[in-house]
């Protein structure tokens, strides 16, 4: 959508709507001229959920007939289109001919706009447009079974379309639309396994966003990445956390961006032996609350281990993490690998998808469950898996790390999952897959009786799906 400014030009005493540019360079007094044009400088053609208030503040500015800014100009604000609101109805311009507000969307579906009127002739307008979560929520076709799961065609950038660790996120503002990161894994190279994004409008067909350039961060020296988790924060970024393995540490780093398309230089956040620090999952909480992250502690044995547990950690800012303490999310006889974590507000409740391995075996896990929490820390677990290795071909040896979306009256769910199939000769194929499913059907898949996982025998053959130490430089 294309910005929609209102601008009248002031001849001869008549107003005549015109195309008027110029670049403001000096500050009109509005005792000496007369304010001809409002335009939206900042906050235009957003995005948000019906009741939201946008990301970005929408910010108008003021200008004379020859395009220079004015001071104390009064402003009154009115919402005619979509039954939203601001705090202030009437804003005086500052020094540099701006006034800034809120603005929060109304109960419709659509297009809604917002006025700045100097006069009844001057005004300027900035649109946003909101969708009903529930219309919007990524759903073609229920199914009552994860076998109908479908392979997600990604364009990796080592051209193999092989990729593991899918998190999903819906963005607003500037990024707007659904995004999706993944790395890269082509039989196993950890040298690929590097964040890369992907955007749908429909969350169905993705794409590498316009102007960016995959993977969107790289290792240092001879370390690797993975496990990448992404959010969409409250200040209008996509904030995308990921772990990497160096120098025998478990590093969590983090890179954000407005549009998706332009990332800022990753940060550390912590560091940690390896492998106590394993698929880290971040959720900003209860609304507005405090962030959280969930991870797996596999000590030093890491894909050998027989005694992972969960971990939690709180932050205020999302930079500042506690140390992290044990939670009792806990799957008899089995040991969690990777975990993601969601809110779910119509539920009230954190929901966790973790893909496990029989205890004693190794990290190429064959089962992935699911578990519900109230607190975070207390968990409630289903005796079966929702799905297996061999749910669908491409899966056929491996189930692996996996994400998933509930729509906002908890009935649907989508999930997009991970996996491989080995090839001898090549070593494991890795594959991404979708499915969307009516939440009282998972809920009871998840609570059946479960039956026997793969053979003993057949797993203690399979080769590690990761490293089990870091390289060293």
């Known amino acids: 959508m294309t910005r929609r400014t209102t601008q009248y030009c002031w001849a001869a005493g008549i107003a005549?709507?015109?195309?008027?540019?110029?670049?403001?360079?000096?500050?009109?007094?509005?005792?000496?001229?007369?304010?001809?044009?409002?335009?939206?400088?900042?906050?235009?053609?957003?995005?948000?959920?019906?009741?939201?208030?946008?990301?970005?503040?929408?910010?108008?500015l003021v200008t004379d007939e020859n395009h220079r800014p004015m001071a104390q100009v009064p402003i009154t604000l009115s919402v005619p289109l979509g039954g939203g609101s601001v705090p202030v109805a009437t804003l005086v311009t500052d020094s540099a001919g701006h006034v800034a507000s809120p603005w929060t969307?109304?109960?419709?579906?659509?297009?809604?706009?917002?006025?700045?009127?100097?006069?009844?002739?001057?005004?300027?307008?900035?649109?946003?447009?909101?969708?009903?979560?529930?219309a919007c929520f990524p759903v073609e076709r229920l199914s009552s079974t994860l076998s109908s799961a479908t392979l997600v065609p990604l364009a990796t950038y080592e051209n193999s379309g092989q990729a593991v660790h899918p998190?999903?996120?819906?963005?607003?503002?500037?990024?707007?639309?659904?995004?999706?990161?993944?790395?890269?894994?082509?039989?196993?190279?950890?040298?690929?396994?590097n964040p890369?994004?992907?955007?749908?409008?429909?969350?169905?067909?993705?794409?590498?966003?316009?102007?960016?350039?995959?993977?969107?961060?790289t290792p240092d020296f001879n370390g690797y990445l993975s496990d990448p988790d992404m959010i969409y924060n409250t200040d209008g970024r996509l904030w995308l956390f990921f772990r990497s393995v160096i120098y025998n540490q478990n590093v969590v780093e983090l890179t954000r961006s407005r549009d998706g398309v332009h990332w800022d230089s990753a940060q550390t956040?912590?560091?940690?032996?390896?492998?106590s620090l394993v698929s880290p999952s971040v959720v900003r909480g209860a609304p507005q609350g405090p962030w959280q992250m969930w991870s797996v502690n596999s000590g030093v044995a890491g894909c050998q281990s027989t005694a992972t547990f969960i971990e939690h950690?709180?932050?205020?800012?999302?930079?500042?993490?506690?140390?992290?303490?044990?939670?009792?999310?806990?799957?008899?006889?089995?040991?969690?690998?990777?975990?993601?974590?969601?809110?779910?507000p119509a539920r009230a409740e954190y929901w966790a998808l973790y893909n496990a391995y029989t205890t004693g075996f190794s990290?190429?896990?064959?089962?992935?469950?699911?578990?519900?929490?109230?607190?975070?820390?207390?968990?409630?677990?289903?005796?079966?898996?929702?799905?297996?290795?061999?749910?669908?071909?491409?899966?056929?040896?491996?189930?692996?790390?996996?994400?998933?979306?509930?729509?906002?009256?908890?009935?649907?769910?989508?999930?997009?999952?991970?996996?491989?199939?080995?090839?001898?000769?090549?070593?494991?194929?890795?594959?991404?897959?979708?499915v969307s499913i009516a939440l009282p059907d998972l809920l009871a898949i998840a609570g059946t009786t479960p039956t026997s996982l793969m053979t003993a025998s057949s797993r203690h053959?399979?080769?590690?799906?990761?490293?089990?130490?870091?390289?060293?430089?």
Not at 461 to 473: G, S
């Open 313 to 344: 950690r709180s932050s205020d800012d999302g930079i500042h993490w506690n140390q992290p303490t044990p939670v009792n999310l806990v799957q008899p006889g089995e040991s969690i690998w990777h975990i993601d974590v969601q809110w779910v």
């Open 105 to 134: 969307m109304g109960p419709s579906s659509g297009v809604q706009t917002l006025d700045a009127h100097v006069s009844p002739l001057v005004y300027g307008s900035a649109t946003a447009t909101t969708c009903d979560p529930q």
């Open 16 to 60: 005549v709507l015109t195309a008027c540019h110029a670049d403001p360079q000096t500050v009109a007094s509005p005792a000496a001229v007369t304010p001809a044009h409002v335009s939206v400088s900042a906050g235009d053609d957003q995005q948000a959920d019906p009741g939201d208030s946008l990301p970005v503040t929408v910010q108008f």
């Open 196 to 217: 890369s994004i992907f955007r749908s409008g429909n969350a169905a067909t993705w794409t590498v966003p316009k102007g960016l350039t995959n993977p969107v961060v």
């Open 269 to 275: 956040l912590i560091s940690v032996p390896s492998h």
């Open 363 to 434: 990290c190429a896990t064959d089962a992935l469950y699911l578990a519900r929490s109230a607190d975070g820390a207390n968990w409630i677990t289903y005796p079966s898996p929702i799905a297996r290795a061999g749910l669908i071909p491409e899966f056929a040896t491996i189930i692996y790390r996996s994400t998933f979306m509930i729509d906002p009256k908890a009935t649907q769910v989508t999930l997009w999952m991970s996996g491989a199939s080995l090839d001898e000769t090549v070593g494991y194929d890795w594959r991404t897959a979708t």
């Open 167 to 193: 998190d999903v996120v819906r963005g607003h503002g500037s990024a707007t639309g659904f995004w999706l990161t993944v790395t890269p894994y082509p039989n196993g190279n950890i040298g690929y396994e």
């Open 461 to 473: 053959k399979l080769p590690f799906p990761e490293p089990d130490v870091a390289p060293v430089h």
